[in-house]
């Protein structure tokens, strides 16, 4: 079971995310419904994916993927999740932050994969509007809340970032000097 945190709040997870088979073979496709696809499967059928009869469509990019590969299909889908196939793989911070600044891309942009508590604050401020948390497979539910709860607290652990970030396209100290005096600077 994996905890959806979007937008700041514990969510409801509705996407069906499809999967490849390990020979590479395309999965069952069904007529509705909210779906992921991977990117090699968005490129080898977005038409029929397209011309489905009801849901929405989202992408997922691996880490080692690039975001220009679906820059020309963005209007078409409602999510695009970036996948962390490990902690220690940082790839996903700059996807996100081609994804929004460079792409203009302003629907949900989920991180999934091994996302860790330790990582939402940093994620978010890369872009990133939704987290899935893998939470194990035998935890009691009473222990999933809490951990939700104590994974939403992450993304208040700072109360100010001195770097630049997607929310904040100024640094700290050009912020400070506009509030003095009310000046913008160049």
Known sequence: MATLIKNAKIAENNWLRLECGADGESPA???????????PLWQAAAGKLLARGAGRL???????????????????????????????????????????ERYGWTGELRAIGDIQRDQLFY??????????????????????LRSAQTALSA??????????????????FRRRVESADGVERA
Do not use: K, M
């Open 123 to 144: 994620l978010s401020r890369c872009g990133f509007d939704a987290f899935l948390l893998n939470d194990g497979l035998d935890v009691p539910q009473e222990d999933l």
């Open 58 to 100: 989202g992408v997922w990019l691996d880490s080692d993927e690039d975001p220009a590969q679906i820059a020309d299909s963005l209007e078409a889908l409602s999510l695009i999740a970036v996948n962390f196939p490990q902690f220690t793989d940082g790839r996903g911070y700059s996807t996100a932050r081609l994804l929004r």
């Open 155 to 172: 993304l208040h652990d700072f109360s100010e970032g001195y770097q630049t970030s997607v929310e904040r396209p100024q640094p700290l």
């Open 29 to 39: 496709v069904p007529a509705t419904g909210d779906l992921l696809a991977p990117l």
